[in-house]
């Protein structure tokens, strides 16, 4: 396979570009393609499918051990996509793959995601697209992550996925031996029990900052958050389309 | 009816405490209930279900015309659901109203929209939600909006909706005479061409700023993008479930 025949693979995160799963991600994919890798300038989690409307934003080049790494870009994940397709790619990717993931994004955590909004900005605009995230924020060992990407990353890029969706990837934080299985999921029902911190700053002025614990409230093996609860790696897909449209019956009912 | 037995309801907005369409709505809300509102201290446009992690957040006590008319978040409309929830509101609410909107929140703006994700945020939280934006930037006659609000908060308030969906409301900036009528829609596949602006900095230096245009890819009156430009109330009813359920027999036999 010459260089011509590779695919050009567009690599993000949200975590920002000295993430570590960031360049898990990035050297998996080399095996496979050519890579570009635009990332943000700083850590973004959180921040969904925010876009930056009121700043302009600057792409830098960067550098790890005095070698071109890639580039960032000084606003969210899915202000990277924007950018990188206008502005720094010279031709459509084939694939785009976001994460990996400092911590799971499934269940209500996908609705905050920076790293799945990546994937669905890239899907929105007609680009193959994957996310993946792994289940820690400490002690993080991306190995089998890496792997699975790469696998994974193939596999699409030779079926294609249907428009407007992508494969959101959990991966449980154990090492390979340990994992259970791959499944399919859903989108769980899981959601975070809120526990924001409220104190008073050296004013005497109180302050709260966001806070809680992701509660389990699945118990079948194809949602998402038992299946990595498990020690499963959760494959889920996610449309773009957020229409109830079982719902769209009884609504004509109501003649409004 | 006493006021004890007034629906107590949350209304938000992501244009931010002065926006003129949060404004509308609370009037609107207050003669079907007991009203708190709760926005961001600042416009929050496009950011999506962005929540606030790194920093804290504040809560400041808002009046226009020396009358207190609500709270002030520092944060996101998503960080003002969580916090009014978890920090202002005694009681959990009967009902969240988001909006109005400058702007439409159609097609694949619904990803980007920090009013329709205050109402998600709702929902996930077990209140039944409600998103309205009125198609304009400028020139706004919110009067048909706010009573048309009004309704359907009555009705969602008798009817309720089911687990984890929300209605988003779309309405023509034009006078009640000339709307045409009242649609159930699906989420369009409209979407942005994107347009981001690229100049030079006093120091020579390429900033880039985000921007586009919604360009029309429906033509039929079930889509909301498509419903609105013919000049009629678009209601769709919006799941915080993104799973793409129809691609799953699909994935199994990827046998990954």
């Given at each position: 396979?010459?260089?011509?025949?590779?695919?050009?693979?567009?690599?993000?995160?949200?975590?920002?570009?000295?993430?570590?799963?960031?360049h898990?991600?990035?050297?998996?994919?080399?095996?496979?393609?050519?890579?570009?890798?635009?990332?943000?300038?700083?850590?973004?989690?959180?921040?969904?499918?925010?876009?930056?409307?009121?700043?302009?934003?600057?792409?830098?080049k960067?550098?790890?051990?005095?070698?071109?790494?890639?580039?960032?870009?000084?606003?969210?994940?899915?202000?990277?996509?924007?950018?990188?397709?206008?502005?720094?790619?010279?031709?459509k990717?084939?694939?785009?793959?976001?994460?990996?993931?400092y911590?799971?994004?499934?269940?209500?955590?996908?609705?905050?995601?920076?790293?799945?909004?990546?994937?669905?900005?890239?899907?929105?605009?007609?680009?193959?697209?994957?996310?993946?995230?792994l289940?820690?924020?400490?002690?993080?060992?991306?190995?089998?992550?890496?792997?699975?990407?790469?696998?994974?990353?193939?596999?699409?890029?030779?079926?294609?996925?249907?428009?407007?969706?992508?494969?959101?990837?959990?991966?449980?934080?154990?090492?390979?031996?340990?994992?259970?299985?791959?499944?399919?999921?859903e989108?769980?029902r899981?959601?975070?029990?809120?526990?924001?911190?409220?104190?008073?700053?050296m004013?005497g002025?109180?302050?709260?900052?966001?806070?809680?614990?992701?509660?389990?409230?699945?118990?079948?093996?194809?949602?998402?958050?038992?299946?990595?609860?498990?020690?499963?790696?959760?494959?889920?897909?996610?449309?773009?389309?957020?229409?109830?449209?079982?719902?769209?019956?009884?609504?004509?009912?109501?003649?409004?």
């Amino acid at each position: 396979m010459n260089n011509i025949q590779k695919p050009h693979i567009l690599v993000c995160n949200d975590d920002g570009i000295e993430g570590e799963g960031l360049h898990v991600l990035a050297a998996a994919m080399k095996k496979i393609g050519k890579v570009t890798v635009v990332a943000p300038a700083e850590p973004h989690s959180g921040m969904s499918h925010a876009m930056t409307l009121g700043v302009p934003l600057r792409i830098r080049k960067y550098s790890r051990n005095n070698r071109f790494f890639g580039y960032t870009v000084s606003g969210t994940p899915v202000d990277c996509i924007k950018v990188a397709l206008s502005h720094i790619l010279p031709e459509k990717p084939d694939l785009i793959v976001s994460g990996i993931n400092y911590g799971s994004n499934t269940a209500t955590n996908i609705l905050y995601s920076g790293t799945v909004a990546a994937a669905l900005e890239g899907a929105l605009q007609g680009i193959t697209s994957l996310a993946f995230s792994l289940t820690t924020y400490e002690h993080a060992d991306f190995s089998f992550a890496g792997k699975f990407a790469r696998k994974l990353a193939k596999k699409v890029l030779a079926e294609g996925l249907p428009p407007d969706t992508i494969l959101s990837v959990n991966i449980p934080n154990v090492p390979e031996s340990a994992i259970a299985g791959v499944v399919i999921t859903e989108q769980g029902r899981s959601r975070w029990e809120e526990n924001a911190i409220e104190r008073n700053d050296m004013y005497g002025n109180p302050y709260y900052w966001l806070n809680g614990t992701l509660m389990l409230l699945d118990n079948e093996l194809h949602k998402d958050e038992f299946a990595v609860r498990k020690n499963y790696v959760s494959v889920t897909p996610l449309s773009c389309d957020l229409t109830n449209h079982g719902y769209i019956g009884t609504l004509k009912t109501w003649n409004l």
